[in-house]
C-alpha cells in the first residue's frame, strides 16, 4: 500500500492559516490523494482531492508537488471548528479493490 | 449530495450477546461500503469491504465468523458483531462510496459507540 507520512500535530491560531504537509513518496502514477477530517467522536469528513494540479473548494485548498511526492492541504483562516485529525490518504486499487487505508493523521488544535 | 446514516449511534450490550449496526446511504446507490474499527486516540482501521449481492472481503486478522456483513441491497450494509465480548468495545464507522462516482466519493456514517460489558 503506498504510504503517507503526517506530523503528530500541529498548532494554530484562530483567523490565521494553516499548511498542512503529506510526504507520499511511493505514490504511483494512478493514485488521487485524498483529506478527510474527523471531528471527536465523529465519522471523517471529505475535504478534498487531487491527482495532479493544484484544488481549491469552499473548505481548503490541496497543493501538490510537481513529483507528487508530497502536498499541502492549506486552510486559509483557520476556525476552532477546523479544530480537527486530519488524514492525507492515497487512493487507488489495492488487491484489486479501491479503498481507504487511514494513517494516523495531525491532530490540529487552533489556538483562540 | 450523499448521506450516510449509521444507527444506532451507542450501545451497550451484555458480554456474550450480539449486536446489529446499519448503514444505510440515504440519496445514492451504494455498490461498496466499508467498516472501519477505531479505538480510543487511534485511527480508522478498515475492518471489511462489504459489496452488494456478494461476500464481504475481509482484512487480514478480522475474524470473519465474528464480524458478520450483509449487503443485501444498494443502500444497506449491517455488521453483527457476535459474542461480543469487552475488548470489542470500539467505534465503529461505515463508509460508502457512491456508484458511478469516480475516484471521490466517499462518505462516512456518524458511527456506533459499542461498549460490551
Known amino acids: 500500500d503506498a504510504k503517507t507520512t503526517q506530523p503528530n500535530s500541529m498548532e494554530s491560531n484562530e483567523e490565521e492559516p494553516v499548511h498542512l504537509p503529506c510526504n507520499h513518496s511511493t505514490i504511483s502514477g494512478t493514485d488521487y490523494i485524498h483529506w478527510y477530517r474527523q471531528l471527536p467522536s465523529q465519522g471523517p469528513e471529505y475535504v478534498i482531492h487531487g491527482l495532479t494540479s493544484n484544488v481549491n473548494n469552499r473548505m481548503a485548498s490541496l497543493a501538490i508537488a510537481e513529483d507528487r511526492k508530497s502536498s499541502t492541504l492549506i486552510l486559509h483562516r483557520a476556525t476552532l471548528r477546523d479544530a480537527a485529525v486530519y488524514y492525507c490518504?492515497?487512493?487507488?486499487?489495492?488487491?484489486?479493490?479501491?479503498?481507504?487505508?487511514f494513517g494516523q493523521g495531525t491532530r490540529l488544535t487552533i489556538n483562540p | 449530495g450523499a448521506v450516510v446514516s449509521q444507527h444506532p449511534s451507542w450501545v451497550i450490550c451484555k458480554s456474550g450477546t450480539s449486536v446489529k449496526i446499519e448503514c444505510r446511504s440515504l440519496d445514492f446507490q451504494a455498490t461498496t461500503m466499508f467498516w472501519y474499527r477505531q479505538f480510543p486516540k487511534q485511527s480508522l482501521m478498515l475492518m471489511a469491504t462489504?459489496?452488494?449481492?456478494?461476500?464481504?472481503?475481509?482484512e487480514q486478522g478480522v475474524e470473519k465468523d465474528k464480524f458478520l456483513i450483509n449487503h443485501a441491497s444498494l443502500t444497506l450494509s449491517t455488521l453483527t458483531v457476535t459474542s461480543a465480548h469487552p475488548e470489542d468495545s470500539s467505534f465503529y464507522i461505515c463508509s460508502a462510496k457512491k456508484r458511478g462516482r469516480g475516484d471521490y466519493g466517499y462518505t462516512f456514517g456518524s458511527g456506533t459507540r459499542l461498549t460490551v460489558v
Open positions: 490518504i492515497l487512493t487507488g486499487l489495492i488487491q484489486g479493490a479501491q479503498k481507504l487505508v
Open positions: 462489504s459489496n452488494e449481492g456478494s461476500k464481504a472481503t475481509y
